[in-house]
């Protein structure tokens, strides 16, 4: 069965910490990897990654692929308060094109 | 704001009752995507349509049904409504490519009682 873990499922840090969450997935046809933030309502998007060692960058948030390893990170550098969220990591896989296997997510919490 | 429009925003309804979910795609999508998120399953992708005809099935209940319409906006059906249905369901659209990302709507609330 395909499925897509995250970890931690929550973390607490303060403002101007660094905070490293972790995707791992077991999907057949992988085509690519995709993180969202969730914030009161729906995911908006952060990053699609499909290339293995190619680190994706916008503004403090970083992420990177490891195909041969199965897994993800997104990197957040000097959080902020309004980093708090939930972050989720989605891969495309699988049989049925463009379906998103979707993990429980990362709650994010940065304290002022 | 994604360009992605649901309607209504929150529904409240009881056991047994059938509801209608709306969902308006991005201007130039031709995809639709439905998703349930509840507690305890996370997000959930339900079905897809592509330019009117059902592209993907997911974890999607019999007593659930789609369609999505010539002007392209589609309505997500539940009926024989259970307890267990409550959760925020999000529509999602993009032009069909796999390979590009899909923009998620603000999603309904719905809440069986």
């Known amino acids: 069965e395909d499925k897509v873990v995250q970890s931690p499922l929550s973390l607490v840090v303060h403002e101007g910490d660094t905070v490293t969450l972790n995707c791992s997935y077991e999907?057949?046809?992988?085509?690519?990897l995709l993180w969202y933030k969730q914030e009161k309502k729906a995911p908006t998007f952060l990053f699609m990654l499909?290339?293995?060692?190619i680190e994706k960058k916008s503004g403090r948030l970083s992420s990177i692929l490891d195909k041969k390893e199965l897994f993800s990170i997104l990197n957040i550098t000097a959080t902020q308060t309004g980093d708090s969220a939930i972050y989720l990591c989605a891969v495309d896989g699988g049989s049925t094109l463009g379906r998103l296997y979707f993990g429980r997510g990362t709650q994010l919490t940065v304290w002022p | 704001d994604s360009g992605v429009t649901q309607t209504p925003k929150h529904l409240i309804t009881a056991t047994g009752q059938r509801v209608t979910l709306r969902c308006s795609p991005r201007s130039g999508d031709l995809s639709v995507y439905w998703y349930q998120q509840s507690l305890d399953q996370g997000l959930q992708f339900l079905i897809q349509y592509y330019n009117g005809e059902e592209r993907a099935k997911g974890n999607i209940l019999e007593r659930f049904s789609a369609q999505q319409f010539p002007d392209l906006h589609s309505e997500l059906n539940l009926s024989s409504l259970e307890l267990g249905d409550s959760a925020l369901y999000f529509c999602?659209?993009?032009?069909?490519?796999?390979?590009?990302?899909?923009?998620f709507g603000p999603g309904t609330r719905l809440t069986v009682t």
């Open positions: 999602a659209s993009n032009t069909g490519d796999p390979s590009y990302e899909q923009y």
């Open positions: 499909t290339s293995s060692g």
């Open positions: 999907v057949t046809n992988f085509r690519s």
